[in-house]
């Protein structure tokens, strides 16, 4: 069983900082991409930001400049550092892994969510 288990969400003003966590834990041979999502009540979730094992990244135009992703590859951990945020990033922030177990096969896996909330 492989588990992903997200930290650091919370309530801040607009323009502060909030530094997401997310630990696998489990029965890991490899860890593929790692990702975040958010989700907002009523709305597809969307891809926020990915990073792949050997450290290429990708995120969403409307986070870019402001959100970082990056991963601890011996602590199975991928953060997403958020700066400068805005009440449009208000959202459930998942966090998504593809992880390989010892025959090669590749699973899909997400966290439980954690909830940002950026208000005055």
């Known amino acids: 069983q492989v588990q992903l288990v997200e930290s650091g969400g919370g309530l801040v003003q607009p323009g502060g900082s909030l530094r997401l966590s997310c630990a696998a834990s489990?029965?890991?041979?490899?860890?593929?991409?790692m990702a975040w999502y958010r989700q907002v009540t009523g709305k597809q979730r969307e891809l926020v930001a990915a990073?792949?094992?050997?450290?290429?990244?990708n995120c969403a135009d409307s986070v870019k400049g402001r959100f970082t992703i990056s991963r601890d590859n011996a602590k199975n951990t991928v953060y997403l550092q958020m700066n400068s945020l805005k009440p449009e990033d208000t959202a459930v922030y998942y966090c998504?892994?593809?992880?390989?177990?010892?025959?090669?096969?590749?699973?899909?896996?997400w966290g439980q969510g954690t909830q940002v909330t950026v208000s005055s």
């Open positions: 998504h892994a593809v992880i390989g177990n010892e025959v090669g096969r590749l699973y899909a896996y």
């Open positions: 489990g029965s890991i041979f490899s860890i593929d991409t």
């Open positions: 990073i792949t094992s050997g450290g290429s990244t």
